[in-house]
């Protein structure tokens, strides 16, 4: 069942406007609930369905706070599970570019498990179930800092560097005593 972002969803869901067949929405709506999440649902394509909608403002900020971002594997999706350490359930179709996309959450090293949209609602559900059971479960045996704490230490490492590649600046004091 979707609950709202401010009542701490669990899950962060996102689907593209290709994404829109019903079978589908029902399908990872069940398995989701199977594997115990309540899920925050957002896609462009199911924006009349009961408990999704059509775009979300705060979304990446949900994501950011979940246990699970689910999302085809488009590079926004990777980005945000990799900038806040979250694994991430993608949602394919057979296309081709979302089978390469996939391929690419290994490159990352993200904590992810890929699951096939093939029409079979049952088998749909099922996949979904048992990849964010053991996503969670990987999640938890490596817990680290929450997304917001790791996307800040991030952003103060990379700070870091940038000062220490800058040229380095006297003093405030020795700059003014140098105007004439």
Known sequence: S???ASS??????????????????????????????????????YAGRAGWQ?????????AASSELIVSAPGMAAL????????????VVTEQ?????????AAELGLLHRTIVWRGDALAFG?????ACGELLAAADAGAGPDGHAAATA?????????????????PMAERAGRRT
Do not use: T
């Open 79 to 90: 980005s945000v599970a990799l900038v806040y350490r979250r694994p991430i359930l993608l």
């Open 54 to 62: 059509a775009q979300d403002p705060d979304w990446v900020d949900c």
């Open 126 to 130: 099922a996949a979904a179930r048992l």
């Open 154 to 170: 991030r952003l103060h490492d990379w700070v870091a560097v940038l000062k220490r590649l800058g040229p380095r600046r006297p």
């Open 8 to 45: 701490g969803a669990r899950a962060a869901v996102y689907l593209n406007p290709h994404f829109s067949d019903p079978a589908l929405a029902e399908a990872l709506e069940l398995g989701l609930a199977g594997a115990g999440l309540r899920a925050h649902l957002v896609g462009e394509g």
């Open 2 to 4: 979707a609950s709202s």
């Open 96 to 104: 081709p570019e979302q089978q390469m996309n996939a391929a690419r």
